[in-house]
């Protein structure tokens, strides 16, 4: 985040030392988007490559400007030590109320952002950085923001397919990440559990249905949309179960970690499932030369 960046050479130095600190090399991740929500081009420090907005970029409906923002953004956080970025935006600017997405998608219209997000991907594996599409199933229809409480979509699941899913289908291949969002979809799985804790919509929906393979990260675990409703311990056994391969920031780490090691103990979650999460974990920083084998 922005507080954990101060000036260049301090970026490197503390990338190089979490990374010497651990036996297995980590995923170094930042939200780096471009536009509003971008750690390090904002940062007055650095002198970076700086752009409008996603919506500016997509404006022109040309896949290679979305190409050459990816493999510029990847290129400099590479430089950095960053080897995964929450980035891009797959979600489509399709409520006006929306007080989330905004300017950060490319645009409104499914089958332009589809291409667009896959010429993104592209630009961030040029780059040698793993990349995520986010925020399945897409918070840019939605009314409510899921910093601060619950939010959920009205929609069908044949509705979602035809609108907001659809940048998420067409990139399955090119994502090696999935953010799954704190949205709840009761038209879809009948009930309001958001999203990224619904086994329904992660490995139902994104798994077997539409036959995603590669790694589902959830949204920050210390957002309104799961602390005002679960514990940091029951938010990350439910995503775990949920098929979940990443937590990201749960609210206490401690609190999370002591829960999921008591789940494996007494059964509730099985050790084969985490060990589904890891081979895949491993298998992601292999290819992306975070780590290698033999």
Do not use: W
Not at 96 to 117: H, Q
Not at 198 to 217: A, D, F, H, P
Not at 240 to 248: I, R, V
């Amino acid at each position: 985040f922005g507080k954990n960046i101060e000036r260049p050479q301090q970026v490197r130095s503390m990338l190089a030392d979490l990374q010497s600190a651990s036996a297995i090399p980590l995923f170094t991740a930042v939200d780096e988007e471009g536009g509003r929500v971008a750690r390090l081009a904002n940062n007055e420090n650095f002198d970076l490559p700086k752009y409008e907005s996603s919506s500016a970029v997509g404006a022109g409906r040309d896949v290679s400007a979305a190409r050459e923002m990816g493999r510029t953004i990847g290129t400099y956080l590479n430089e950095y030590g960053f080897n995964l970025d929450f980035a891009p935006v797959a979600d489509l600017n399709t409520n006006p109320d929306n007080p989330v997405i905004g300017t950060r998608a490319f645009g409104s219209d499914p089958e332009t952002v589809a291409e667009l997000v896959g010429g993104a991907c592209e630009g961030f594996a040029q780059a040698g950085v793993a990349c995520t599409l986010k925020h399945f199933p897409g918070h840019g229809d939605t009314s409510e923001d899921t910093h601060n409480g619950a939010v959920s979509t009205g929609k069908t699941l044949d509705e979602l397919k035809a609108c907001e899913l659809i940048p998420f289908a067409r990139n399955l291949d090119h994502a090696p990440l999935i953010m799954a969002a704190h949205i709840a979809a009761p038209e879809v799985t009948g009930d309001d559990m958001p999203a990224s804790l619904s086994r329904q919509m992660l490995t139902g929906l994104l798994r077997e249905e539409m036959g995603y393979t590669g790694l589902i990260v959830t949204d920050s675990l210390s957002m309104g949309a799961i602390t005002s409703r679960y514990s940091s311990g029951q938010a990350a056994i439910r995503a775990l179960q949920a098929g979940a391969d990443l937590l990201l920031m749960p609210a206490s780490l401690e609190e999370a970690y002591e829960a999921v090691l008591e789940a494996v103990k007494d059964g509730t979650i099985a050790e084969s499932r985490l060990d589904e999460s890891v081979r895949r974990i491993l298998e992601c920083k292999e290819r992306y030369n975070v780590i290698t084998f033999g």
